[in-house]
């Protein structure tokens, strides 16, 4: 065990790498990874269950194939830490919420079974806003997150844990879920590579649904090339998910590595507007760099991005209204039992959803309602095709776009929680990719003065999640040296 | 806790109430026209639910036939079940409906303990198919009711309100029936009596089973029905404010809720009231309709587009496919039944009520060669004894070939119909064919003239006085020596000969 290097130093291919040599085993790196994580894990909050048990006997199935000489998985002995959305067999899953406090799924996620089949081991379960819902990690109702990178900071939201955990160490990768922005700011916050892949790329099956046709489970990574590994692994048609692509996933790892001159990238104008100063001119360094490295980058328009807030919190509440129906106190959830039906619903809910939570449900129901529907809604629908098609229009001129992912870097924890419309309003770059369904990522590029870090957000074409990762793995190089 | 609907009011002043409805003078109710709509629910012969793989089967131990979907989990998400497509589209073929190309599945919202996902998957404002028709017989005038549209749906649990020791604190919830797929039929207001509303759910209900969209049990719930009912003067265009009656599980009580809820609504505009616009529950006991929640309470469901399922896409090619795999319709079959084998309108309908009586029929007619004769023993002859044996026609002892021969055997002169009318239960019997009960036990028509003149001798001289008034030339009395000559020879001589052999004889 003495032999695993530090466990905020692993990546897939240094454990690769040791297991091959026979440096450790897969139980070693799992046991070294659960007690570092155990002892850490206070500081940050990021993991609300562990799973020893199951980690260390995926560990050892990885011993026994390499003691059989069997082929190994992608992701042999690599720690992966699950965002409480993503449900997991036998094992707690909370959603952030009361609610849940005490529910052990029957089944586990496609991605997690997927994930699992490649020989990665699930260390446990990641803090997160009650049902992925906020850009802080303040609503979780097992308390907050803190950023590793400085600890009295909120982690972003909804996976801060995720992005927490990565940045840490305490895992080595880790999956969340984006519906607004949840992966890439956590990302940009924590200074990791956070992935929101294109819509229907990776199954949902087994997540808990906040807004589904906006919902997307995606990686984290300390690199690009641990997080492309993890989607790739991860990625494509799931029978159980009627909206998951039948899109061939490409072999990201060779295909990254190829250089990046001449490839063409967009600099959304409206993306520069109300950023902070410093991260304008960590994002305006960054386009630099890109230059540097041979691409052409040119100014271009997503003229629609102005109404994204309002279109997003229309079209994502009034799905969460009806996604949340189902925790109503009568088979899993908890239930504070009443006289009446109705009774025992609100009791339920009132006492079972947070603040933010109800904040949505009533907003979702509200603009569904009869009389409503039009006006909200459908209009949010229109709206949404529109900014869909600033992006293809974009992306017939350019191959990727690149912007910041918030106009800030992380804020201090409680900040900003008396004021939703402002933190509404902080999503507003990330927001976009999820209406358009594009894939689209935050790899770091930089730390403001204070050392907080700042991610640049990269967008492409819908499935070509190669040249993003291509012009992210080169980004990244180029920021090493 | 417990969640049962409000109960009804005490049943005495229903009951009086119910008998002041009842007093509406026939010439004012004529004052008025009903209106009736229906919205038939049929479940889906699959053998798997709609958006899982479950059973879908009846009486199994509660929450055993579950799964991650049809509970609800966090997670879970539903895929369309493609048998079930093809046999919603098989329903709105046989409805006469277009097909549209594109649909699209919606989420009905509300809150109740045996919907686990808090929403019905269901189609709202782009359903499977639209602009139909059902044709019915009322008084022999047939008629053709407007299907407004079909959609697709999946059906939710069971809530269990007694038989449980805690039953007056808690409600329990049976999930096994949720995610059963149904189709939901919506008919145009063209009803304009209980009669056309019975007829309207009969030859519904006649339709799906026929294709084989389902077994329509009504008391294992495969078929329910909801009636839009208002009454406006009659002579005027504009529709009267329509209530809307639930809990009809069977077509007697239908037409029984419609009755009255026609006279209760008839009766509430005659005393100066109106009538609200409101869901009824049809109560079996009293025999009437009680107000459940009136529109203040309605429930906006707040429909929007389901995000977890892609749009439904119903090639040219698939709707092909589904329609040639269909059977013929019944009332195309009863049609071609009078059109072919100039069957009357009454056997026609009667041999095509159930798929398997006109199969039974047609294969019969093969061995026959001829229509209405074997129409005639079916409906008639066989039916009675099939009746008073319990048994369907589909467990018929007598099969469709050896009725048919028997048929073809009277038609040859092989047997008279009377000896025919004496095989047939003995065929019903033994399941043996008319020719093996001919030879068993001697019974063939005698067309031999030595054999036939040998018994009219014998008649003949049994009967002097009816030979004398013959031949005073009261001919009419000839009848009765033949008759005569029939019974003696046990029905087995042929009445053709034994007429013309008399004649001769008594020349
Ligand atoms: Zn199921």
Redesign the pocket.
Known sequence: MSNVPPVPTLTIGRIREGLRRKEFSAVDVATATLEFAERENPKTNAYLTFSSERALEAANRVDDQIANGEHLGELAGVPLGVKDVIVTKGLRTTCGSHILEHYIPPYDATAVIRLEEEGAIVIGKLNCDEFAMGSSNENSAFGPVRNPAALDRVPGGSSGGSAAAVAQGTCVVSLGSDTGGSIRQPASFCGVVGVTPTYGRVSRYGLAAFASSLDHIGPFGRNVEDAATVLKVMAGRDELDSTSAFATVDDYGPLMKQDIKGLKVGLPKEYFAGLSADTDAIIRAATKKLEDLGCQVNEISLPHTKYAVACYYIICTAEASSNLARYDGVRYTLRSDSDTLSEMYRNTRGAGFGAEVKRRIMLGTYVLSAGYYDAYYLKAQKVRSLIAQDFANAFERVDAIVAPVSPFPAFKIGEKIEDPMSMYLSDIYTITGDLSGVPCMSVPCGQSPDGLPVGLQVFARHFDESTMFRLAWNFEQAMKS | MNFRRKSCPNARALYNQNMSVLAVAEDVLRKYEPVIGLEVHVQLGTKT?I????PVEFGAAPNT???????GLPGALPVLSGQAVELAIGAAVALHCRVNPFSRFARKNYFYPDLPKGYQISQYDQPLAEHGYLAIFVDGAKKRIGVTRVHMEDDAGKSIHDGFKDSDRYSYVDLNR??TPLIEIVSEPDMRNSDDAYAYATAMKQVMQYIGVSECDMEKGQLRCDANVSVRPRGTEKFGTKAEIKNLNSFRFLKMAVDYEIRRQVELIESGGRVEQETRLYNVETGQTVGMRSKEHAHDYRYFPEPDLVPLQVSEHWLHQVKSALPELPQDRRDRFVNEFGLRDYDAEVLTLTRAVGDYFEEAVKASGDGRATANWVVGDLMGLLKAAGKDIADSPVSAANLGELVALINKNELTGKLAKEILPKMFETGDSPRAIMEREGLKQISDTGALEAIIESVLAANPKQVEQYKSGKTAVLGFLVGQVMKASRGQANPGAVNELLRKRLG
């Open positions: 639910k958006f899982c793989g479950c036939n579950v799964c991650p979907v049809c509970l949720s995610g």
